[in-house]
T-cell receptor
Framework: AQTVTQSQPEMSVQEAETVTLSCTYD???????LFWYKQPPSRQMILVIR??????QNATENRFSVNFQKAAKSFSLKISDSQLGDAAMYFC??????????FGSGTQLTVLP | DADVTQTPRNRITKTGKRIMLECSQT?????MYWYRQDPGLGLRLIYY???????NKGEISDGYSVSRQAQAKFSLSLESAIPNQTALYFC???????????????FGPGTRLTVL
């Protein structure tokens, strides 16, 4: 079984500042993948970034990057130069060999102008 | 046009009624999934299908059934709806044949279901 824990139900950040969202996970799989999805008020689930667990290099996508600590089973998301459009619920997820996604409970991010 | 569509987008029904939620995709993906989202719980997997003849139960399949009518269509049914099935339901797809090894899932817009 896989579990994902997001310990920050809510966070806020000033526009143009940097914020880090935390995620820890547990899995017995040796081959797995990690994802961050965002869900804006439109409720659409949008992929933000993904990481292959066998890769040591942290993934980056424009202003979004991750800090993947495999031994600690930690997968945090850093958003740089935060924009008003980044306001959303962010979900961390892990998938194993069966490719089923297990999600955390989410972090609601507010961006303050 | 959206790659993954869900119908209806919103639905209100009564306890005991049968209801079907439909999902269609034009992405050509072979894998399809149904999730439900409840406040404070994230998304949980109901059923998933790796191809038309391969359907599997997820974490919370009790009270639900599915049908994979074609590669592009995957329906979720509630045979006798109950109030605790009130939730946001998402369909997702992925391509096991893609160069990307992560089998990334792409989501539809969701169906908000209310059972009175």
């Amino acid at each position: 079984a896989q579990t994902v824990t997001q310990s920050q139900p809510e966070m806020s950040v000033q526009e143009a500042e940097t914020v880090t969202l935390s995620c820890t996970y547990d899995t017995s799989e040796s081959d797995y993948y990690l994802f961050w999805y965002k869900q804006p008020p439109s409720r659409q689930m949008i992929l933000v970034i993904r990481q292959e667990a066998y890769k040591q290099q942290n993934a980056t996508e424009n202003r979004f990057s991750v800090n993947f600590q495999k031994a600690a089973k930690s997968f945090s998301l850093k958003i740089s130069d935060s924009q008003l459009g980044d306001a959303a619920m962010y979900f961390c997820a892990v998938s194993g060999s069966a490719r089923q996604l297990t999600f955390g409970s989410g972090t609601q991010l507010t961006v303050l102008p | 046009d959206a790659d993954v569509t869900q119908t209806p987008r919103n639905r209100i029904t009564k306890t005991g009624k049968r209801i079907m939620l439909e999902c269609s995709q034009t992405k050509g993906h072979d894998r399809m999934y149904w999730y439900r989202q409840d406040p404070g719980l994230g998304l949980r997997l109901i059923y998933y299908s790796f191809d038309v003849k391969d359907i599997n139960k997820g974490e919370i399949s009790d009270g639900y059934s599915v049908s994979r009518q074609a590669q592009a269509k995957f329906s979720l049914s509630l045979e006798s709806a109950i109030p605790n099935q009130t939730a946001l339901y998402f369909c997702a797809t992925s391509d096991s044949r893609a160069p990307d090894p992560t089998d990334t899932q792409y989501f539809g817009p969701g169906t908000r279901l209310t059972v009175l």
